[in-house]
Nanobody, 121 residues
């Protein structure tokens, strides 16, 4: 079984950067991704990466501002968030185990506990 632990969230001012990390306990997955959920909203796709070839996918709302990356040796996934906006405020969840870099949350088998990102204007 895979355990995922996110870190790096916090309270920041709009326009600044933040990097989230997700450490996986095992490598039984093909793709990993980031999802987020704002209060009163549905969980939504942010970005994903196929572990072996590094292919990526991004939600339109974050494309050009966020970058997903990985450190294979450390079983760690990152989300570098640039030019943060108040609408980026949400709990960010790390996910793993999808066969492809799909935006469908039901395709991911493993989930972290989430890390809060709050962006003030």
């Amino acid at each position: 079984q895979v355990q995922l632990v996110e870190s790096g969230g916090g309270l920041v001012q709009a326009g600044v950067s933040l990097r989230l990390s997700c450490i996986a306990s095992a490598r039984t997955f093909s793709a990993m991704g980031w999802f987020r959920q704002a209060p009163g909203k549905e969980r939504e796709f942010v970005a994903s990466m196929y572990w072996t070839d590094g292919s990526t996918s991004y939600a339109d709302s974050v494309k050009g501002r966020f970058t997903i990356s990985r450190n294979g040796a450390k079983n760690t996934l990152y989300l570098q968030m640039m030019n943060l906006k108040p609408e980026d405020t949400a709990v960010y969840y790390c996910a793993a185990g999808a066969r492809t870099t799909t935006s469908d949350m039901t395709a991911y088998l493993y989930w972290g506990q989430g890390t809060q990102v709050t962006v003030s204007s």
